[in-house]
């Protein structure tokens, strides 16, 4: 063993503990991206949406940006931005799995930062961006309908983000 190198630290070659971790977690997210946007489309369906989320904030980024928004390029803009914050917050998930989230069960540790997510999204950022009003303040039913998708998002990926 080289001096330079420490016991159980990664090497040049070595990916480490924390990459998969991350990359499982991306993979996982899409996956939870997927089936929490299913219960999205059901409760709009069931009138408890009005426009989704992703769709609004895909059009506040195209208008940013000077694009014209058509409904094809909004459609796709939101998939994309709202697979890609799933994809990342998995990842985000994945790492801290290896850190202070690693002993509690994995589906609860899902529940948790789902619901995490859902606050920092929808009575943080999204609100302080103009896009929607604050939870509290949004239309009756969106807020408990994207909490609950927040939930089922967080419960598939700690249940695939194991070992």
């Known amino acids: 063993m080289a001096l330079d190198q420490n016991p159980g630290q990664p090497g040049p070659d070595d990916s480490g503990p924390v990459r998969p971790g991350i990359v499982r977690g991306a993979l996982a997210g899409i996956v939870a991206t997927a089936a929490m946007s299913l219960l999205m489309l059901a409760a709009r369906r069931a009138g408890l949406m009005g426009s989704l989320p992703p ?4 059009g506040r980024l195209l208008s940013s940006v ?19 914050f799933g994809a990342g917050a998995g990842a985000l998930f994945g790492l801290l799995r290896k850190g202070p989230l690693g002993r509690p069960p994995r589906v609860l540790c ?3 930062f789902g619901t995490g997510v859902w606050l920092i999204s929808y009575m943080g950022w999204v609100p302080a961006l103009g896009i929607m009003e604050p939870a509290h303040r949004d239309r009756p039913g969106r807020p408990q309908s994207m909490l609950a ?12 983000s194991g070992r």
């Open 55 to 58: 769709t609004k904030i895909s």
């Open 149 to 160: 998708a927040h939930w089922v998002y967080g419960a598939v990926l700690g249940g695939l």
């Open 110 to 112: 899902g529940l948790v």
């Open 66 to 84: 000077r694009v014209r928004r058509t409904p094809g390029r909004r459609t796709v803009t939101a998939v994309a931005l709202h697979f890609g």
